[in-house]
């Protein structure tokens, strides 16, 4: 399967995924050769990925999105005072997949300030859009305490060791990731829907 990781990070959401292709598009140079760090078998483009969504959607299986937050973020919108206008990025993604992309695909970002635009689905702290089921989830327990923190160095959570990156703001680049347990759980629910629309293509052939 052919997957499009937008937005990449150092690939938290990407940690767990297993038999795929994956092609990560992030802007941040520092962030991306993190992520090539951790994952040297994924193609690692640093760009737009806002307009490469847009130029190369129909060349992948899977799509996985994770738009700018700060500007939705009920953290960010508390500490300041000056009003601003939300990315609307977020919600143009969500209306051209569902639109255009053939495949399956999923939307990620926080909870917003304000009641979201397009209702989403609250999975561990971050808000998801896709068209194919997605079933409840909490991370392990042991889990949830490494991504408070726990005992463990804040630039070693979720299994990602981070401290000897050239990254400027490693305690931001952590708190970006998805949970991968979280990663997991919905790319397996994505590989599902694939695997129905392939049984059925192949019924319809027949």
Partial sequence: MKVLNLYAGIGG?????NDCEVT??????????????FFPNDTVIIADAHQYLLDHYKE???????????????INHARTRKPDYPDMRLYAEIIFL???????????NVI??????????LIDRHLFWTNFKLTSFEPSEKAII?????????????????SKSSIKDKRKALRNCVHPETGLHIFNCAINKTTQNKNIQSQLNF
């Avoid at 990560?24 to 760090?37: I, P, Q």
């Avoid at 569902?98 to 990620?108: A, L, R, S």
């Fill in 146 to 162: 490494r991504m408070q923190g726990g005992q463990i160095p804040f630039e070693k959570i979720f299994g990602f060791d981070i």
């Fill in 24 to 37: 990560a598009v992030e802007y941040d140079k520092a962030t991306a050769d993190t992520y090539k760090e």
């Fill in 60 to 74: 992948f299986d899977f799509i996985w999105s994770s738009p700018p937050c700060p500007s939705h973020s009920r």
């Fill in 112 to 121: 917003p300030y304000y009641e979201p635009l397009i209702k989403g689905q």
């Fill in 13 to 17: 959401n990407r940690k767990l995924w």
């Fill in 98 to 108: 569902k639109q255009w992309f053939k495949g399956v695909y999923v939307v990620e």
